[in-house]
Antibody, heavy 119, light 112 residues
Framework: QVQLQESGPGLVKPSETLSLTCSVS?????????WGWIRQPPGKGLEWIGN???????SYSPSLRSRVTISIDTSNNLFSLRLTSVTAADTAFYYC????????????WGQGSLVTVSS | QSVLTQPPSVSAAPGQKVTISCSGS????????VSWYQHLPGAAPKLLIY???KRPSGIPDRFSGSKSGTSATLGITGLQTGDEADYYC?????????????FGTGTKVTVL
């Protein structure tokens, strides 16, 4: 069974950088899937942030592209998210997920990590 | 702001059927597979349908998906109280290079 677990600070100050890591178990991160990040601000819908392939190839949401970096660590079977210059609007539950080959549909999800942006 | 439009809410009595629409464009729904997700409060979203109409192992056949042109539909038959949740469609959008994944605006299902 594939399992994903987010980790990182739950509180980030405005203008600073949000950093989260997703540890993957039950599957190799080099197994041909894409590995993505999705968020949900309180009371709002799901928003795809971006994903990374085992080669390091990335795709990002056009609205976040200028502030996002997603990287992959195949040696430790994990991938990471960095979001710079955060504001209160970046307060959200952040989920990591495995995305299927072809359709890119997220099929396995982490439980989510609440990140609050506040001074 | 999502490029995939869903109705904000749908409702029906237990045992009845509901359908949820997902309207997109030629660069997303029209040329890429659609998936559907169930999101219960406090839980991770769950994949219900992928590749327009396929169900992952363990998803009951009460859930079905279809697509025509630039619109997709999720159907839920034999509605149960446990089906009360938010539902989202999702698909790849190839309007830019590289492309990107998009979710619908979400639909809240209420069991009356």
């Amino acid at each position: 069974q594939v399992q994903l677990q987010e980790s990182g600070p739950g509180l980030v100050k405005p203008s600073e950088t949000l950093s989260l890591t997703c540890s993957v178990s039950g599957d190799s991160i080099s197994n041909g899937y894409y590995w993505g990040w999705i968020r949900q601000p309180p009371g709002k819908g799901l928003e795809w942030i971006g994903n990374v392939y085992q080669t390091g190839f990335t795709s990002y949401s056009p609205s976040l592209r200028s502030r996002v970096t997603i990287s992959i660590d195949t040696s430790n079977n994990l991938f990471s998210l960095r979001l710079t210059s955060v504001t209160a609007a970046d307060t959200a539950f952040y989920y990591c997920a495995r995305q299927m080959r072809g359709s890119s549909s997220p099929d396995y999800w982490g439980q989510g990590s609440l990140v609050t942006v506040s001074s | 702001q999502s490029v995939l439009t869903q109705p904000p809410s749908v409702s029906a009595a237990p045992g009845q059927k509901v359908t949820i629409s997902c309207s997109g464009s030629s660069s997303n729904v029209g040329e890429n597979y659609v998936s559907w997700y169930q999101h219960l409060p406090g839980a991770a979203p769950k994949l219900l349908i992928y590749d327009d109409n396929k169900r992952p192992s363990g998803i009951p056949d009460r859930f079905s998906g279809s697509k025509s042109g630039t619109s997709a539909t999720l159907g839920i038959t034999g509605l149960q109280t446990g089906d009360e949740a938010d539902y989202y469609c999702g698909t790849w959008d190839g309007s830019l290079s590289p492309g990107f994944f998009v979710f619908g605006t979400g639909t809240k299902v209420t069991v009356l």
